[in-house]
């Protein structure tokens, strides 16, 4: 594609195995600033996932597909349109009751960063009842690759249930996501439409859930087939 010639970050995750963590905290943090963008704006994301970062030719991360965004406003209400892919949902979207937006965007990141430095979703989206139990507990993390505990504590503070649930901000100031001070100022790019921007997104209005995306073959990447529940979900291209 024209604005992404290293292709997705699940395609770079499916040819290397897992990404090393100074890599992860580029790309974590890349779109952590793209997302906090969009919420400083108003406007939520609701479908972050491997597939939806692409990567330019400078490997840097551009924010895709916005076809579930939308303008949520600056007020904190709780959204009751469930959409979004199984194996990213947070809890509170699985369960289906009201959720705040913004907060289901953070746990979608933090799945993002598991599969980086993992190679494999944190979650078993085969079966629903049992996805919906993992969610619900603490997040477990495999032997290897070796991962540092600083890396695996910011993930559990992500992955954890709404009201204890890491806000964007203490994610900026987390110790393995300032590790670093050279970490690159934020080069992330938006992709709404046929166009490429720095300053704005492209939300629109849906009240669909979306099959899970778990892509990534049948690899230690994850690999878990589409979970079809009793009503036919809108699947995410």
């Given at each position: 594609?024209?604005?992404?010639?290293?292709?997705?970050?699940?395609?770079?995750?499916?040819?290397?195995?897992?990404?090393?963590?100074?890599?992860?905290?580029?790309?974590?943090?890349?779109?952590?600033?793209?997302?906090?963008?969009?919420?400083?704006?108003?406007?939520v994301?609701?479908?972050?996932?491997?597939?939806?970062?692409?990567?330019?030719?400078?490997?840097?991360?551009?924010?895709?597909?916005?076809?579930?965004?939308?303008?949520?406003?600056?007020?904190v209400?709780?959204?009751?349109?469930?959409?979004?892919?199984?194996?990213?949902?947070?809890?509170?979207?699985?369960?289906?009751?009201?959720?705040?937006?913004?907060?289901?965007?953070?746990?979608?990141?933090?799945?993002?960063?598991?599969?980086?430095?993992?190679?494999?979703l944190?979650f078993?989206?085969?079966?629903?009842?049992?996805?919906?139990?993992?969610?619900?507990?603490?997040?477990?993390?495999?032997?290897?690759?070796?991962?540092?505990?600083?890396?695996?504590?910011?993930?559990?503070?992500?992955?954890?249930?709404?009201?204890?649930?890491?806000?964007?901000?203490?994610?900026?100031?987390?110790?393995?996501?300032?590790?670093?001070?050279?970490?690159?100022?934020?080069?992330?790019?938006?992709?709404?439409?046929?166009?490429?921007?720095?300053?704005?997104?492209?939300?629109?209005?849906?009240?669909?859930?979306?099959?899970?995306?778990?892509?990534?073959?049948?690899?230690?990447?994850?690999?878990?087939?589409?979970?079809?529940?009793?009503?036919?979900?809108?699947?995410?291209?």
């Amino acid at each position: 594609m024209e604005y992404a010639e290293k292709g997705s970050l699940l395609d770079i995750i499916r040819k290397e195995g897992y990404i090393d963590e100074t890599r992860a905290r580029k790309w974590f943090g890349q779109l952590v600033d793209a997302i906090n963008y969009c919420h400083e704006r108003g406007v939520v994301h609701r479908d972050i996932k491997c597939e939806n970062l692409l990567i330019n030719t400078d490997y840097n991360i551009k924010l895709s597909d916005f076809g579930f965004a939308r303008n949520h406003g600056y007020d904190v209400s709780l959204s009751e349109t469930f959409c979004g892919s199984y194996a990213y949902a947070s809890p509170e979207i699985l369960k289906g009751i009201p959720y705040c937006p913004l907060l289901s965007d953070v746990w979608s990141m933090g799945v993002v960063l598991f599969a980086m430095v993992f190679g494999r979703l944190p979650f078993d989206d085969t079966k629903y009842s049992q996805l919906l139990k993992q969610v619900q507990n603490k997040v477990e993390f495999p032997k290897e690759p070796i991962v540092s505990a600083e890396c695996k504590a910011l993930i559990s503070k992500i992955l954890a249930p709404v009201k204890t649930r890491i806000r964007i901000k203490a994610i900026k100031e987390d110790p393995w996501f300032k590790k670093s001070s050279s970490r690159p100022n934020s080069t992330y790019r938006l992709l709404s439409g046929d166009s490429t921007e720095t300053g704005t997104c492209s939300p629109s209005e849906d009240i669909s859930f979306s099959s899970a995306q778990s892509e990534m073959g049948n690899t230690n990447v994850g690999g878990t087939p589409y979970y079809k529940p009793h009503r036919t979900p809108t699947r995410v291209v």
